[in-house]
C-alpha cells in the first residue's frame, strides 16, 4: 500500500477495517485497566471487566451493569472518544463492502456484456468467412500458377507459413497476361480472371460491413476496409489498360510483369509493398476466423498434379523484364 493510500482512511478493504475495530477494543481495554481501573463506580475493574467495558462502550451497547463515575471527566472523554471512533469504523467498514458489491456486480455485469458481444461477433465472423474461404482458393490458385513445383497431388499450405518473402516473390511474378484460366485456354485473361475473382471478394467485404459494420469492433472494421480497397486487388487492372492501349493505339508495350518492382531483386527508393502489405492483413483477418468460428482452419489447398486439371502448374509465370520503350505494332 503506498502512502497516498494509506492516509486515504476510505480506500481500505473491510478486512482492514475489522482489524481497526478489533484494534479499539483492545487498546482502549488496556486504556481502562492501567489508567482508569478506580474511576468506575463500584470500585476498581480488573482486566475482563476493563475488555467486557470496552466491548459494550464501542458497540454502544451500554448494558450500564459498568458505568463511571460522573466526576472522572478524562474517563468521561476516553468513553465518549471510543464510541466516535467505533461508530466511524463501522461506517467505513460498510461503506468498504457495498463498494465491494458494487465492483463485483459491475465486473459480472462487464463480464456478461463482453460474453455476449463475443458471441455475437463469432455469429458475424461466422457469416463472413465463407468469402474468405472462396479467396483463400484464388489465392491457391494463384499459388499454383507460380510456381514450378510438381508434387504429383494435393497440397495443403498454412497461410502464416506459406506467406513469406519466398511466397511474395513468387507471386509477384503472375504474369496477367497469360491466357491460360480454369476455363481452358484463350477464354479469358489471367488478369482478366483475377480481376473478376478481386471484384467479387471486395463486394462481398463490402456487403458485410455495409449490413454489420456498426456491431463490428472499430479495429475489425477498418481491416475490412483496408482489405476490400487494397492496391493488390488493382493491379490485374494494370494489364487490362495496356492491353486496350494497344488495340486502341497501335502500340506494343512489353508483357512486363506488373508487381515485378515489388520483387525482392528490385531495389528502388520507397519501393510498393503492396504483396506483403494484403497478404499480411488478411493473415490478421484469417486468425480472427480461425479464433473465433467453429470447423477446421483455413488453409489453401493446391492442386500440384501436372497435366491434370486446367491452368497447368507455372502457366502464368511472366519474365522480369525492364519498363519501355514502347514499340510500335510489326505488321
Known amino acids: ?14 478486512f482492514a477495517y475489522g482489524v481497526i475495530y ?17 474511576d468506575f463506580k463500584g470500585g476498581p475493574i480488573n482486566y475482563v471487566q476493563a475488555l467486557y ?7 454502544t451497547l451500554g448494558f450500564g451493569d459498568l458505568t463511571p463515575r460522573l466526576d472522572a471527566a478524562p474517563l468521561l472523554l476516553v468513553v465518549t472518544a471510543q464510541v466516535v471512533l467505533g461508530v466511524i469504523t463501522i461506517g467505513l467498514f460498510l461503506n468498504s463492502i457495498s463498494h465491494k458489491l458494487s465492483e463485483r456486480k459491475d465486473f459480472a455485469q462487464k463480464a456478461f456484456e463482453e460474453e455476449t458481444e463475443s458471441k455475437a461477433l463469432k455469429k458475424l465472423l461466422t457469416i463472413l468467412r465463407p468469402a474468405v474461404v472462396s479467396y483463400m482458393e484464388v489465392l491457391s490458385e494463384t499459388y499454383k500458377v507460380t510456381t514450378t513445383k510438381v508434387t504429383g497431388g494435393f497440397v495443403k499450405l498454412v497461410p502464416e507459413k506459406l506467406f513469406a518473402q519466398e511466397y511474395y516473390d513468387q507471386v509477384a511474378r503472375q504474369d496477367f497476361f497469360s491466357s491460360e484460366t480454369r476455363y481452358g485456354k484463350g477464354v479469358i485473361t489471367w488478369g482478366d480472371f483475377v480481376e473478376q475473382e478481386n471484384d467479387k471478394f471486395s463486394d462481398r467485404i463490402d456487403d458485410f460491413l455495409n449490413k454489420f459494420a456498426t456491431s463490428l469492433p472499430i479495429d475489425l472494421v477498418e481491416l475490412l476496409v483496408s482489405l476490400k480497397s487494397h492496391g493488390f486487388l488493382y493491379h490485374c487492372r494494370q494489364a487490362k489498360q495496356i492491353i486496350h492501349f494497344e488495340s486502341t493505339q497501335g502500340y506494343r508495350t512489353p508483357r512486363v510483369n506488373l508487381l515485378t518492382i515489388e520483387h525482392s531483386s528490385v531495389e528502388i527508393p520507397e519501393k510498393p509493398n503492396s504483396i506483403r502489405d494484403f497478404h499480411e492483413k488478411l493473415l490478421n483477418l484469417i486468425t480472427q476466423l480461425d479464433e473465433n468460428t467453429s470447423g477446421e482452419r483455413i488453409v489453401m489447398t493446391v492442386d500440384l498434379r501436372k497435366g491434370v486439371t486446367a491452368p497447368a502448374i507455372g ?8 519498363f519501355g520503350p514502347f514499340e510500335p505494332h510489326k505488321n
Not at 467495558?53 to 458497540?59: D, I, R
Open 22 to 38: 478489533l484494534a479499539n477494543i483492545f487498546i482502549f481495554g488496556l486504556v481502562y485497566i492501567f489508567i482508569f481501573a478506580d
Open 315 to 322: 502457366s502464368a509465370i511472366a519474365d522480369i523484364v525492364k
Open 53 to 59: 467495558f470496552s466491548v459494550v462502550t464501542v458497540t
Open 1 to 14: 500500500m503506498n502512502h497516498k493510500k494509506l492516509f486515504d482512511v476510505t480506500s481500505y478493504a473491510p
